[in-house]
């Protein structure tokens, strides 16, 4: 039977998953969001995935690395349902992906993809308020509750000033800001996000993960990242999964995940591991290619 | 980006929901725009059945029933107008429809050739079934069928690695016109002479002398389509954020594309049927209406429909005025509008909204 008859409470603050608790220390004791097993999966012929298990706690977040090809957007699309796997399955809140309808799906996982393009001139508080969409009926306005809603994830991401204009017109970095609020708007207990710093400077960067980081605290909302730059690995994810050629390199604390013999191996380039002086997180440094400068 | 929000020049003061009726559609501002768009529709309408190339009294026409001003307001005039009224509204919510689809707001039944298909369906049904009789109800079925082809071949098509690419769906619109074109005047060679005047009109497009039974036709038919259409209509917003995003947000996004496809293809297949190919007005329509009063298709959809109506009664007016007492195909007027509308748009939004 699908599961459909459920509106969520879908607000703030309450979003499903009673058992967890505020406390960031209690990761272990929380119950399992988001959970693969074993799964394979490609385009066509093309194997892309061998074997891929992973499993996300309530209020933790999993940085999905590797190589370009590693498969880790497939992953992803996967783990949202929106690509079959050849085998092995995925499960949501301790249930079948293929339990649930779309729509209750969209009402506990939210996702962000790479690009985020829009064909018309929507507005950006109009494309926050489309996160509400898997909460309300076929005909349904969006309420004040929804509203409330779409002002406070604006206001979360620093949209606020923006609100009125058309989302063509903003920055790639700022575009990025919108979806990851539209996706808050869903309220989801999930959130898969591919690649969110792509385009964003520094300061940004720090403060995405800063506010999912008051996400997974509040709310309990579990995050799988995509990440391309290992140091923010390293510093905002609880655990990491190491990808190359679709298959799982490495899996667990990015101490015990990011050693030099493991990145080496996996990026086939030199690596230097070290630990970042002012946070104590695990740093990485390429190694390889470039000759040192001499200063004779 | 902390969560007091800090302040910046476009937002002096901390914003309150009540700063943002504006910034997104509203009931209110939704019923505003359909009733001045419905008073349009009614006024424009009255316009187009006061005048015409012969003058009448429409005081005498209702007044005296045996009047030849009665006879041309109720046999000729209001038919007509009805009948413009009612395929612009289809032209115009298919385009709306078609571009949310497709995310290109150039896209359009006529110019993606399935109005063309369309046409080509309703001759060979024409000219097969005039013989053999029932080609009142053959003609509308084969419209619809070879529409419907038309759009799925311009899909799949326009499709490259999976995704559907801007400028090929334009291409492969273009070289569908070039083909169903040169279909209907291959048809037209080996026909009678007889059927001449018939595939002319279905390929200039015109309201020419319809009958109450072809208005009520294109009316329940297009009736149905609209419901669809409206019913679809939040969903035809997440789709312009893609196919992947729009089933993240709960959309059964190859159930809700088969669904809009069929319908459009009927609403396409009974305009066709009874005027022929009109183009352009799918794209003008909610075009002008995109930019006048935003994207939501809630909004966007019925707006498209009443305004559609408008706008095609006004160019039919236009049409059967203009060089009185000879009248030009109204599919004339709406293509020299759209030809340069089309390049308008293409240049000034290329670019920024052809996205995928």
């Known amino acids: ?296 | 980006m902390s969560a007091p929000a800090t302040v910046r020049d476009d937002a002096p003061a901390k914003l309150v929901l009540a700063d943002f009726a504006d910034a997104h559609l509203t009931r209110a501002r939704m019923a505003f725009m359909l009733i001045a768009l419905g008073l349009l529709l009614i006024v424009v309408s009255i316009v187009a059945a006061a005048f015409g190339s012969v003058h009448i009294d429409l005081m005498r026409a209702i007044a005296d029933r045996s009047s030849a001003d009665h006879a041309i307001l109720f046999g000729a005039r209001i038919p007509r107008v009805l009948m413009g009224a009612i395929v612009g509204a289809v032209l115009a919510a298919v385009g709306a429809a078609l571009q949310a689809l497709v995310r290109n707001p150039l896209a359009e039944g006529g110019i993606l050739g399935i109005s063309g298909g369309g046409a080509f369906g309703a001759i060979v049904a024409l000219v097969v079934f005039s013989r053999l009789g029932g080609a009142d109800l053959a003609i509308p079925v084969c419209a619809f069928a070879a529409s419907l082809l038309s759009t799925l071949a311009v899909y799949r098509l326009a499709q490259v690695d999976g995704r559907l690419e801007p400028f090929t769906l334009l291409l492969v619109g273009v070289i569908f016109n070039a083909f169903w074109g040169a279909a209907i005047m291959l048809v037209n060679s080996i026909v009678n002479f007889y059927f001449t005047h018939s595939i002319i009109f279905w390929l200039m497009g015109s309201f020419e002398a319809p009958t109450y039974r072809e208005v009520a036709m294109v009316a329940v038919l297009g009736t149905i389509g609209f419901a669809i259409l409206i019913a679809h209509a939040r969903d035809m917003n997440l789709l312009s954020l893609g196919d992947d995003e729009a089933a993240d947000l709960g959309v059964e996004v190859d159930t809700v594309r088969r669904t809009i496809f069929v319908a459009t293809s009927v609403m396409i297949g009974a305009a066709v049927s009874v005027s022929g190919i009109i183009s352009f007005v799918g794209l003008i329509v909610p075009h002008i209406i995109r930019t006048a009063i935003g994207a939501d298709h809630r909004m966007l959809i019925p707006a498209s429909i009443l305004g559609g109506a408008a706008f095609t009664v006004a160019a039919d007016l236009i049409a059967r005025t203009v060089i009185a007492p000879s009248e030009l195909p109204v599919g004339a007027i709406t293509a020299l509008c759209g030809g340069p509308f089309f390049i308008y748009v293409l240049r000034r939004e290329g670019r920024k909204s052809l996205v995928l």
């Open chain 1, 1 to 296: 039977m699908k599961i459909e008859a459920d509106r969520l409470d879908g607000g703030l603050g309450t979003a499903g998953t009673p058992e967890v608790t505020a406390d960031a220390s209690g990761v272990a004791t929380r119950a399992v969001a988001i959970r693969a097993i074993d799964l394979s999966a490609g385009y066509g012929n093309r194997p892309v995935l061998h074997q891929v298990s992973l499993a996300v706690r309530a209020g933790e977040m999993l940085a999905v690395v590797g190589p370009n090809g590693a498969g880790k957007s497939t992953l992803l699309r996967i783990l949202g349902g929106a690509l079959k796997p050849w085998s092995g399955s995925v499960e949501l809140e301790g249930r079948p992906l293929g339990d649930y309808d779309r729509r209750a799906i969209a009402r506990r996982l939210a996702m962000v993809a790479q690009e985020n393009l829009v064909a018309f001139r929507f507005t950006v508080l109009e494309i926050v308020l489309m996160g509400r969409a898997p909460h309300l009926g076929a005909f349904h306005f969006e309420t004040r509750h929804d509203l409330e809603i779409a002002h406070a994830a604006l206001e979360r991401f620093d949209l606020l000033g923006l609100a009125r204009r058309p989302i063509q017109e903003l920055s790639g970095g700022e575009r990025k800001r919108v979806f990851l609020a539209r996706a808050l708007a869903q309220a989801p207990h999930v959130a898969l996000l591919d690649e969110p710093t792509a385009f964003l400077d520094l300061k940004h960067v720090a403060e995405i993960f800063a506010r999912f980081r008051e996400l997974r605290i509040e709310r309990g909302m579990a995050v799988v990242a995509t990440l391309h730059d290992l140091n923010a690995a390293a510093l905002y994810a609880d655990r990491v999964l190491l990808m190359k050629g679709g298959a799982v390199a490495g899996y667990g604390t990015p101490e015990a995940v990011f050693t030099a013999d493991n990145l080496r191996a996996v990026y086939e380039t030199e690596v230097h591991v070290g630990r970042n002086p002012a946070t104590g997180a695990i740093s990485v440094l390429p190694g390889g290619g470039g000759s040192p400068r001499r200063t004779g």
